[in-house]
């Protein structure tokens, strides 16, 4: 039972570490990106949360008025993945369809109408779990035992080892591809040089032995 508690704790910690949660400030017009490597075929799913500065009031509100607009593009081919334009609280969902940089940018309205020189202030809050997303188990929770509940999240860390695994393959492969050929590049090289060497010596060989020839006959 021990040993049971510490792969499931283990397999927690290796699960808090995808979930990447952060909070900014930004102007309303304003754009701000953040940039997250992923595996190919990998679930990702974020939730924001914006609050807008009340000089009235001294604090931050929601603003039911201000509208989040989201885009996540792929760093390598300039393929966006992600266009959506929420409420000041929602949630948005993407799979990878290719691993590398993927570009998550959110950007405000400016609910006043006053344009880029609107003097609205956003505090944004940002959750991004990163990996096939947890089902939502509090319905039927009543109706499964706590060590089938715990099974299923061991099968789920195991499948991101999965996925982290097939990534770092992808990515040794790719180092093995480039090796090998800058390998051949320096093998022709050696060739060329060695064939460039030889010729030389010959000619100059058949140069000085003309030479002497000569010398001789005079």
């Known amino acids: 039972m021990a040993r049971l508690c510490q792969k499931i704790l283990a397999c927690f910690l290796l699960f808090s570490s995808a979930v990447n949660a952060l909070h900014f400030y930004l102007d309303a017009n304003e754009k701000r990106c953040f940039i997250e490597e992923l595996p190919t ?9 914006a609050l807008e500065w009340s000089d009235d009031e001294k604090k931050y509100f929601v603003n039911d008025k201000l509208n989040i607009l989201v885009q996540v593009a792929e760093m390598d081919s300039g393929h ?13 969902t993407f799979t990878s369809h290719e691993s590398g940089d993927h570009s998550i940018c959110l950007s405000t309205n400016d609910p006043n109408g006053s344009g880029w ?22 319905h039927d929770r009543g109706h499964i035992s706590e060590l089938a509940s715990k099974v299923r999240d061991l099968n789920q860390k195991l499948e991101d ?52 020839e000569d010398r001789k006959v005079r």
Request: with cysteine; aromatic share 12%.
């Open 41 to 49: 075929d990998t679930v990702v799913e974020g939730h924001y949360k």
């Open 80 to 92: 966006e993945v992600v266009r959506t334009n929420g409420p000041s609280e929602g949630r948005f």
């Open 117 to 138: 020189f609107s003097s609205t202030h956003i505090r944004m809050y940002l959750d991004v779990v990163v990996g096939s997303t947890k089902p939502d188990v509090d």
């Open 161 to 212: 080892i999965r996925r982290e695994q097939q990534y770092q393959r992808e990515r040794e492969a790719d180092f093995r591809n480039l090796s090998e050929a800058t390998n051949s590049k320096a093998v022709w090289y050696s060739l060329i040089q060695i064939i460039v060497l030889v010729a030389t010596c010959f000619w100059q060989l058949t140069h000085l032995r003309r030479f002497f």
